[in-house]
């Protein structure tokens, strides 16, 4: 597979200026062949908004506003599967997770419209290049900075299977320009190659950011929930779109900005660990921000795409701690570094 993370520093608010700065990450880079993209979470908003009054105004409906017409257009343009993190509004009248209020059961993370409320979720969108909706998953463990305007969601981890293309296009050059999930398409001799001939379906599992935290830090450090479910679910591939901070000073931020943050990669892998365990090796693509926003929230960078498993953390590329860039990889080639794991202690999360 080749896999890609934006990674970039939006700014609070300013979503049709974090849109053309994403575009112009992708028009500068080679896009060429890529199966998946990952961007950060709520990649377009920004992150640290200090409450629901604040983050309102960017709030998006399920699977339908600014952020997920921009994964539809760069899916489509780029003939790749894309995964973007959104703040998303679910509407009353159709999600199963949003009630009826009365004065009893207000809640501050639901807005209300004629007694009805509508919950919002930190959330991640998944689209294929035909602009179908492929997963909506919302965060299961928030953040502190979450839990001022998020639920929780309602129906925990998702584990879905992604149609990514199969080698078969790599041998067919006049069908790779095609179109996800068209029903068939022609081949040369004049007959027909259905979907599953051209496509292989991998099981995906999605987090965001604090999922890999034990939940809201109350739970031991040797409680790996999120873990436990990408290895339950039979999942070969994890997705990960994050707004990680950093303890690292704005000067080290600047002046290494192309050296990834290692206290924060180490505790990643410390996180992760089941999976290097295992007896199967997994993709894991952790697709972080950079740069600072308003609130003292500095974050981490070191976006990275790695090979866990067999007792290996392999390495296929990370981004530096405050480089603005596309990572791409391909995961059929050899891995550039791999890596030893030293355990530390907690690490801010979101």
């Not at 990674?7 to 896009?31: C, H, M, R, S």
């Not at 703040?87 to 059961?105: F, G, L, M, Q, V």
């Amino acid at each position: 597979m080749r896999i890609a993370c934006l990674q970039f520093a939006p700014q609070l608010g300013e979503v049709e200026e974090n849109i053309a700065q994403a575009d112009g990450i992708l028009a500068a880079a080679d896009t060429s062949q890529l199966d998946l993209l990952v961007l950060p979470e709520l990649a377009f908003s920004g992150y640290n908004f200090p409450s629901l009054s604040a983050i309102t105004p960017y709030l998006e409906p399920t699977g339908s506003g600014p952020s997920t017409q921009w994964a539809k257009a760069a899916a489509k343009r780029l003939n790749c599967i894309v995964t973007v993190g959104y703040p998303e509004r679910s509407d009353p009248a159709t999600d199963p997770s949003s009630y009826e209020c009365t004065t009893a059961n207000l809640d501050p993370t639901s807005s209300y419209d004629n007694g009805n409320a509508s919950k919002h979720y930190n959330s991640t969108v998944t689209v294929s290049p035909n602009g179908r909706v492929l997963a909506n998953y919302r965060k299961t463990h928030l953040y502190y900075t979450d839990e001022t305007w998020a639920a929780e969601s309602p129906t925990g981890w998702l584990t879905t299977t992604l149609p990514l293309r199969s080698s078969l296009l790599n041998s067919h050059p006049k069908l790779s320009g095609l179109q996800l999930l068209s029903s068939t398409v022609p081949q040369a001799t004049g007959t027909m190659l259905s979907t599953e001939d051209l496509y292989s379906g991998i099981r995906t599992a999605f987090g965001i950011c604090m999922d890999l935290n034990p939940y809201r830090f109350q739970a031991e450090g040797n409680q790996f929930e999120f873990v436990t479910h990408v290895m339950s679910s039979s999942a070969d591939l994890v997705t990960c779109s994050m707004a990680w901070l950093t303890h690292l000073p704005t000067a080290d931020l600047i002046s290494k900005h192309k050296e990834p943050d290692y206290q924060t990669l180490t505790y990643w892998l410390l996180r992760l660990q089941p999976l290097i365990d295992a007896d199967k090796e997994r993709v894991v693509v952790l697709a972080n921000r950079c740069g600072e926003e308003e609130g003292d929230a500095r974050y981490a960078g070191t976006a990275a795409v790695m090979g866990l498993g067999n007792g290996k953390a392999k390495l296929w590329g990370i981004m530096g701690r405050g480089e603005n860039g596309l990572l791409s990889v391909d995961t059929g080639s050899e891995a550039g570094w791999n890596l030893t794991v030293d355990r530390v202690g907690k690490e801010d999360a979101n």
